[in-house]
């Protein structure tokens, strides 16, 4: 498919950013991760203090008709539930995203239900429905391969037209009752490692339930034989139209320089899209949290992230990102207000 | 010596907190340890739903007779440098107290040099000096018992006194060239851990540097012979006037029902000593963050406490706590402002 192009990271910028460290009033290195960090946010934005105020969290939601496998610990009448709690500002992301001072972009990419109108609501949302959920991915493909195109060109065009009002630094949320069963057959489809070391409870499934989520994504790669190098393939065949609108977020982010947060499980299965359909994408993510889910970490480790915050999340909906937004934030803010040795008439190391 | 008295936590704030936690609009358990932190907050403050908006630094500052020994990378007269720096706004510790909306409360309690005064400043500077810095271990008590209990008792005054002017947050800080020795010191003494186990570069020492600073510390430990049962024998003999006064403001803290987060290896050394006066003070303790020291994980496992952020710091100055300051008041605002399945109208699992 047609993409948008990735700039290369700003290597000037990268390294004013390096040498300023170096300079700011403490012992060169001692800020650890916070200095990395910086570095990489001055290559990604090519600015040698980049300024990160503006924020926003997109979630996007999707139903999965592998649900009615009994996949998952809830009904998918839920997603649209909490959708509406996202739009009433009652959810987590929510709460986290006001802390931050962060924005909540909130998408229907393929909700089973329309959402309720009418009902008291804070917040907008975008309906980008590409169908009413996929296809039960345990007899055939979740989606046609121009749905999945389809999901990722909205994706594209919501970081795009994020950027357009204004926006530093993103985050991918999700919503959708079963999706940690299409990201584990992702994970699985990519990394080739077996469905049972990439698939775990979910929202919460009793031992049996877990053996039969990972018997129906054993089924699922089987009866559908996704190309491992053939993302939209993979994407296509074992996806989630919330997936794949998060793997366009991805891509449209980082097309426009944008440093893209991402949050756990869910997002990890976009982001291997993203970087198998784009591989330049890859210097723009920022891993917000280690997830509980097992397969969380197969994710990272194929995307070579270390993630900030190893905290037993296992939500979604972005709440990790939005809880990292502030620490990335740091890492750019130290790298601006902090003095100088010479600013500050310090003596430099001995 | 004479304490105020630690409360016991508050277990029914804490089982209110804890079957909140289980109402509202998420599978239950799925926020991981900002759960756990807001069922611990409720417990320390009493409050089933506690607000964190008043947050402090408390960075304390002082010198070290060891210091001429060659422990450190830099000279004693950036101890004074820098507290200038922080009384001007521009240390990272500021940087990262203004990003979390904290004051940051600046203390002499035993710098060598006067605080020139007359320079620009935007923060006032408490002085409550002991004396112009410690002995050297090296050669005998770093101070005498009865100047550890003044320090000790200035920290509680300080803590105290920031209480009274509104405070439901605060965070231990340090700046003192030289006081990862003395800390190593009181972790060696305390924990019965050899001083190699426990000694790290500080600043940046290099391997001749550290080869010595481990000598150093052996020295002092076999000259001083510090009593492991008697936290003040231990304080006074190895310790230093700002892990005398960090000590004093944990245990005051703790008088208060206030939550207090410790930073790094300094503030380390100075929950030991809190602790070892008034083992009722560790339920109130949260460690922001693991050091890169290697003597702090030593510390840690030793009080109990499991770090939130592990980013390759080792810094000082409270920036850890400052920058974990966000995690513990994200903990609180989704135990108070999330909606409850009832509330929102969404289903409970299945």
Redesign the interface.
């Known amino acids: 498919m047609n993409l948008p192009p990735i700039p290369p990271i700003d290597s000037a910028a990268q390294a004013a950013a390096r040498a300023r460290q170096d300079t700011?009033?403490?012992?060169?290195?001692?800020?650890?991760?916070?200095e990395e960090l910086s570095i990489q946010l001055a290559g990604i934005t090519g600015q040698p203090r980049p300024s990160l105020a503006r924020k926003a969290v997109v979630v996007m939601a999707a139903d999965h008709g592998v649900a009615a496998e009994g996949v998952s610990?809830?009904?998918s009448?839920?997603t649209p539930?909490?959708v509406?709690?996202f739009l009433?500002g009652?959810?987590?992301i929510?709460?986290?995203a006001?802390?931050a001072g962060a924005r909540v972009v909130i998408v229907d990419m393929g909700v089973a239900a329309d959402i309720p109108v009418g009902a008291s609501r804070d917040l907008p949302l975008q309906i980008r429905k590409v169908a009413r959920g996929t296809q039960n991915m345990a007899h055939g493909p979740a989606m046609t391969r121009a749905q999945a195109e389809s999901a990722i060109n909205e994706g594209i065009d919501v970081a795009h037209s994020e950027i357009a009002k204004g926006l530093d630094l993103i985050a991918t949320g999700d919503m959708g009752i079963g999706n940690t069963t299409p990201s584990a057959a992702i994970a699985a489809a990519i990394t080739g490692q077996p469905a049972a070391r990439v698939t775990g409870r979910g929202?919460?499934v009793d031992d049996a339930g877990l053996a039969r989520k990972v018997a129906i994504i054993e089924r699922a790669l089987a009866v559908n034989t996704p190309d491992p190098k053939d993302a939209l393939d993979v994407l296509s065949k074992v996806g989630g139209f919330e997936i794949a609108g998060l793997a366009g977020v991805i891509i449209g982010a980082a097309g426009k320089r944008a440093p893209v947060v991402i949050d756990g499980f869910i997002s990890g299965a976009a982001a291997l899209i993203a970087v198998g359909l784009a591989p330049e994408v890859k210097p723009y993510l920022i891993a917000a949290h280690q997830s509980?889910e097992i397969g969380h970490r197969v994710m990272l480790e194929h995307l070579g992230l270390r993630p900030?915050?190893?905290?037993?999340?296992?939500?979604g909906e972005g709440?990790g990102a939005a809880?990292a937004f502030?620490?990335v934030?740091?890492a750019a803010?130290?790298l601006d207000?902090?003095?100088t040795f010479a600013?500050?008439?310090?003596?430099e190391?001995?």
Not at 24 to 34: D, E, V
């Open positions: 700011l009033t403490k012992p060169p290195g001692s800020l650890g991760r916070l610990a809830y009904p009448e839920v539930q909490m509406l709690n009433r009652g959810a987590a929510n709460v986290l006001r802390q929202t919460g509980v900030l915050l190893d905290f037993d999340l296992r939500l709440t809880l502030h620490l934030e740091a803010r130290l207000e902090m003095a600013e500050a008439g310090v003596s190391k001995g």
